[in-house]
């Protein structure tokens, strides 16, 4: 989550209503961290595709199967609850490349 472009707000979002991968685009001012932000809204899919991967997110559901909204697991709050310093924490460049390898080859 550290090495993800998004700030603490748009967890807290998550955690109490879905969001869509077009509301997150148009507000990069509000969920944004730093100067890193996907160039492309496909760019911004990935990082959220990675989030659901290990379990932070989710897609949510509806009474027709899933949406195109996005909502916090339990998981995603239990690591926000628990520490709530998490995103702040530097990332050093050793985690960068740890978590940069992973993503290209998960296994």
Do not use: H
């Amino acid at each position: 989550m550290r090495c993800l472009p998004f700030g603490e707000p748009l967890y807290r979002t998550l955690q109490q209503e879905g969001l869509d991968a077009e509301t997150l685009w148009k507000n990069r001012a509000r969920f944004g961290r730093g100067r890193r932000w996907p160039a492309t809204p496909d760019g911004l899919e990935d990082e959220l595709r990675w989030l659901i991967t290990v379990g932070v997110l989710r897609r949510e559901v509806d009474g027709q199967g899933l949406t195109s909204r996005f909502r916090l697991t339990p998981l995603g709050r239990q690591l926000l609850d628990e520490d709530s310093g998490l995103l702040e924490k530097k990332v050093s460049l050793w985690d960068w490349l740890r978590i940069g390898l992973r993503r290209r080859w998960p296994f």
